[in-house]
């Protein structure tokens, strides 16, 4: 088969990453190329770069989606003369390019076969991305996870043209030299805020060793860079001791191989490779439990048992009315950016459901709620052993004596995420791509509602950074 992967660009991260591993995955069988906005430096493909693809740039035009769609069908008839079987796209549905989806519409009028892989939705806390026009209709979609996949089938997409293709592992580096940091835990993130930077911290201080936090990499975007600031001035206040931008200093490999263990606080992942990786570099993974995510791993007998889904928090100990006055405010403001009035019915306030038997989970809160909470426990030995009678889990993170899991997952996460088995999944997707006819579309108020839902508004997703 001919594929032809499309993506805004070929750039170092996640989606990259990926699609690198699909081109790896699938190259001794199917003929390959990639296009993107630009030419990277190094590709395992070759590369074609076409400009109207590249992210929108402010005070640059940007080319026509007709001379787009042009450019993208010229360039794919000048490698294969009879065109290629499939166009697989990564990321459509995110506006990062206001003209991308015309441009997938008038490759399908054009005949070509579009596989549209959805790492990230829009809905999904992100209205700065939200394309105003419909998602494209008959072509196949694919993700990542379970829990997308149930959305889009619950949102009106159709089992035969919806794939769900989990992403391949490649194990840690175990080989790497000695690091210079000693006696550290590593949280090993870009630290934006959807990493929870602040429940990291706060997990610091129940170290059972005097371990130091190590986080890796700053974050790139101007709101989270305030939100990592913020942390950092707020840890030299308080005096607790924080290994900011790890990874500058020292190997990530030799960082990942000298810690004492991993952990996780992220409150939003899309696949979870953080639920996977450390595992296969004899790690033990300590920290945040989300649910939704890790059901996928735990159907294949991955143990996740010592993972914590909620921190408890007295509710007492911050300002009710002035959480509650956020909360309302940061659903209101994102339905308007969505589109919705503040009344749109069935998505009423709901902040009291979030609080049960007085407490509400940490990881809920913004970094000022979170800092409230940190600095108190800092300040009273009382209230530090009353968060541990609240959340016991608190007391073990940590703990010895729990190698056996690190060898059952290892070996689990090796039989179930490597090479061949991704190589037979995608395979197979692209052969239904190419022979199976869809007709479905997205409902997009469904989509939206599945994502922006009270019991879903964390503070540190859908609210804007405000600083401490």
Request: net charge neutral; aromatic share 10%.
């Amino acid at each position: 088969m001919k594929i032809a992967f499309i993506h805004f660009h070929l750039k170092p991260g996640g989606v990259t990453t990926v699609i690198r591993q699909q081109i790896n995955a699938i190259q001794n069988h199917c003929q390959v190329i990639a296009l993107a906005g630009e030419k990277p430096a190094e590709f395992p493909t070759e590369v074609i770069p076409i400009s109207g693809i590249a992210y929108d740039q402010k005070g640059v035009p940007s080319s026509s989606p007709e001379n787009t769609a042009s450019d993208i069908a010229k360039a794919i008839y000048n490698i294969w003369p009879d065109g290629c079987d499939v166009i697989h796209v990564h990321n459509p549905i995110l506006a990062k390019n206001q003209n991308f989806l015309k441009v997938l519409k008038i490759l399908q009028q054009k005949g070509f076969k579009l596989l549209l892989q959805i790492h990230d939705f829009a809905e999904d806390g992100r209205p700065l991305s939200y394309f105003p026009e419909p998602y494209p209709e008959n072509c196949h979609y694919c993700v990542i996870n379970k829990r997308d996949y149930d959305i889009l089938t619950t949102s009106g997409l159709t089992k035969q043209g919806l794939h769900l293709l989990s992403n391949m592992v490649n194990p840690m580096d175990t080989e790497a030299p000695e690091c210079s940091l000693e006696n550290f835990v590593l949280y090993p993130v870009r630290a934006i805020r959807r990493k929870n930077i602040g429940e990291a911290i706060l997990l610091s201080l129940f170290f059972q060793n005097g371990e130091t936090l190590a986080i890796t990499l700053p974050p790139n975007s101007p709101v989270d860079i305030q939100s990592y600031n913020g942390w950092k001035n707020f840890s030299i206040q308080h005096h607790i001791h924080i290994e900011f931008q790890a990874s500058s200093m020292h190997d990530f490999s030799s960082l990942v191989r000298a810690s004492k263990f991993i952990i996780t606080t992220s409150i939003n992942e899309g696949f979870g490779f953080l639920f996977l990786e450390p595992w296969t570099a004899n790690k033990m993974l300590w920290g945040r439990n989300i649910p939704e995510i890790c059901m996928d791993f735990q159907q294949k007998g991955i143990r996740l048992d010592n993972l914590y889904n909620q921190i408890q928090i007295p509710i007492s100990w911050i300002n009710r009315e002035m959480l509650f006055r956020k909360f309302q405010s940061t659903l209101e403001q994102n339905l308007i950016f969505f589109g919705y009035t503040r009344d749109t019915p069935n998505h009423s306030n709901g902040f009291e459901d979030l609080i049960q038997n007085g407490c509400l989970d940490f990881g809920m809160l913004n970094e000022p709620f979170q800092q409230q909470v940190i600095a108190r426990i800092l300040s009273s030995s009382k209230d530090k052993n009353h968060l541990i009678a609240i959340n016991p889990f608190l007391a073990e993170i940590g703990a010895s004596g729990q190698q056996w899991i690190v060898d059952h997952n290892k070996k689990v996460i090796l039989s179930n995420y490597n090479k061949a088995l991704y190589q037979k999944k995608l395979l197979q997707i692209y052969e239904k791509v190419k022979h199976v006819q869809i007709t479905h579309a997205i409902d997009r108020k469904k989509l939206l509602f599945h994502f922006l839902t009270p019991s879903r508004l964390n503070l540190l997703k859908w609210s804007v950074y405000e600083g401490s």
